[in-house]
């Protein structure tokens, strides 16, 4: 069964110029122990879901869903306490500018404990202090930071932001989620921190079997971390499958297009040539175009695209296109 | 720290010079035509005795301005104290409310009403309090220290403290009647810094529930109480402490006002009464010692901030 279970998830928002829908009928689906990528330029809805599945949302947003479990728990028909004991034990978050996500005045070492739920204390009460620090340095070597005394205590500033996103994650993994939602965990790092990350990632999935629920707008970071991609534009899913299939050949033009735009998927690229890229820009959600959403910009946009397509199926590929790319002479042979 | 703390000491004597330099200039004995040698160590001279604190013999009462000073300066602190006091217990919950609501009627209730009762004059504020409450109802005195028929002996000059002088009998008539003589004085010199604190502390509030971390806080499960409770008071509230250090000087000031208003027998008093008969000698002097006493609160207001409040301390070394 499914860890995670979205159904037609819709996200509207209440603005001065109206409502806008962020996130219109979105279905996600995350199994146990999977790496799931959210793809999706900024602006698309790929944060607005991470927040609606944890539950930090505004009084602006309305949040509806045919149905949004974990596990076997129905999310929206939960409490407010309730919901925070699940984002407490079995749901945890990684953000990007980790140095400005924890707590400026309080040192590493203190914050990292507090991330320690008391419920996971043996032995007796006066133990809980020196077996707090203890768990905090294991999961400072556990998210590979060597020297754990400088760390704890050190306040944020002082840290670089790959440190701070290790212990982010090690905050993360202190309650020992089922489910890690990392919003785009590496921005702004350099290639080599941004690297140790998701390698960090890539253990925790594997050690502990935590799934993993990746968003991110750089389709290089997920290249061979990811299980399976979702595609996502203005909102809508437009393409989901198993990463060697979305990758491999992808039949949303869209996807296409960004893969495209990737300098290593185009070698044969002329001499100064420009990328490729496709006209305009992504549109504002309160202007957004009748039927399929990359309708005014894509390159194979015909009669029937004002028709907003539906989520098809294809040896387990979704896509949402009604002339999708590489697909034809997969039909015909 | 310990350079952050030379440079504020550096403040400290530098204010400090300056202040005298004010008061040697509009010394009514001050010759202005004294060579510039002999005017230097007539200066050094002035500074040395007010450090050794000799403020100079006061002419209508005889007695060392010092003397004086100190025999006053107290009643007036207590004042202050209690109204911070005050200001602290009342600002601080209104102030973080009214940050984390910023947005709705609750915050901008308390917005509005923080406006009005700063706009109010502090010293037109007591009598309503006094018709009200007090001829009315009898609850609270409305002059004066104590009950003139306690004889509280003055040992450090805070009557609050003195008290536990008198024997045993005595002692908690005598701290009850200290007591609600202050209340009425002290809720009234506390609106000022109760206002200023709400104020400050809406904006600060506000600016760190915008944060990354509050946020982050937020989906690691944590109730919205216990996030402003372990993160955002301890940020929001430091940075506003200097300036409410600062505040002290208009304490001090409206405190005076309010002394005569309730016959509080404090330095406002003292200070006035020397003016109606131009004891020069005695208004200096009481203008350096309340001066100093300003500066000081400030950058030990500065200090102390510095030293609970890491993000302080990262400004004074970003500096460097």
Known sequence: MALIDIRNLTIEIDTPTGTVKAVDKVSLTLAEGEIKALVGESGSGKSLIAKALLGVTKPSWRVRADRMRLGDQDLLSLSPSQRRKILKNDIAMIFQEPSS???PSVEVGKQIEQA?????????????FQWRKRQAEALLHKVGIKDHRAVMQSFPYELSD??????????????QPKVLVADEPTTAMEATTA???LRLLHKLNKLNNTAILLITHDVHTLADLADTISVIYCGHIVESGRYDQVLGQPYHPYTGALLDAMPTH????EKKAKLPTLPGAIPALQHLPIGCRLGPRCPKAQRECVVQPQLKKFKGHLYACHHPNNFQQKENG | MLHYFIRRMNLLIITFLVINLIAFLFQPTHDANLSPNLWLAEYWRFVGANLRGDLGIS?????????????????TLELCIVAFAISFVVGVPIGTLAGVYQQRPLGKFINAGTLITQSIPVFWLPLPLMMSVVSLQGWFPISGRYDLLLEIPQHTGFAMLDVFWLPESQRWPA????????????????VIPTTELVRHLTTSTAKVMEQNYVKAAATMGKSKLSIVLRHVLHNALPPILPGLGLQFGSVLTAAMVLEMVFAWPGIGRWLINSIYFEDYVAIQGGMLVIATLVITTFVVTDLFTALIH??????VYALR
């Open chain 1, 101 to 103: 996500c924890l707590d």
């Open chain 1, 116 to 128: 320690i739920p008391l419920s996971k204390v043996k032995g007796g009460f006066w133990r809980r």
């Open chain 1, 162 to 175: 790959g440190l701070c996103q290790k212990v982010m994650i090690a905050m993360a993994i202190a309650s």
């Open chain 1, 195 to 197: 690297n140790q990350i």
């Open chain 1, 266 to 269: 185009n070698r044969d690229l």
């Open chain 2, 59 to 75: 002419v209508v009462s005889g007695k060392p301005v010092a003397e004086e000073v100190l025999r006053y300066l107290p009643a």
């Open chain 2, 175 to 190: 701290m009850y009647s200290v007591l609600s003589h202050i209340v009425l004085p002290g809720i009234v010199l506390s």
């Open chain 2, 310 to 315: 890491p993000l302080r301390r990262r400004e």
